[in-house]
């Protein structure tokens, strides 16, 4: 337990009715492939104990719709400032067969009222994303914290094997604190 406006406690028993929950390492560095996620319903925090004793919890949710738990890859972990693209990473074909699936994390933001976040996903055949494809887009983010889980978008197949996150921040003043997750499944 951790208690405190921005520490896990105050963040669990904020989490809405239907919500992205993603679990990774602290650090949350881009490229790290332990980052798991899902589109879930329903959460639920408790806290209890006895007065002098530890601190016990208790959390619980559902899956939405039958949402798969993927492991995926931060694409993006960053204080946004102005438009860029994240780190182009080799993460293989998504088959015909298959889904991609994307979350993203708008955990601070500050500035301007009139800022905005666009994201994107984007696929290429080569690293230096000479023809990039729009693969995935997120809801533009103004001045709100929150999340997006984006519904599964069939697999491009070949011969796309690269994947990153694109963003174009807008207004005059602002930042944005964000993380994208992705999965191939």
Known sequence: ??????????????LPGSSVLTLCPESGAM????????????????????????????????????????NGKILKNDEITQSGTGTAYNLGVALSTQNIYAALHVTATSGNANRTLSVIIQSAADEAF??????????????????EYLTPVAGAGAPDTWWRASYTRG??????????????L
């Open 31 to 70: 490229g790290e492939s332990s980052a798991w996620f899902c589109n879930i319903i329903t959460p639920k925090y408790e806290t209890g104990g006895s007065v002098g004793g530890l601190t016990s919890f208790t959390g619980a949710a559902a899956l939405q719709d039958g949402s798969p738990v993927l």
């Open 1 to 14: 337990w951790e208690g405190g406006v921005t520490a896990i406690d105050a963040i669990l028993r904020g």
């Open 171 to 184: 207004g005059t003043t602002g930042t944005f604190t964000m993380f994208v997750i992705f999965a191939i």
């Open 130 to 147: 000479t023809s990039p494809t729009t693969r995935l887009t997120f809801s533009q983010v103004t001045t709100a914290v929150g999340a």
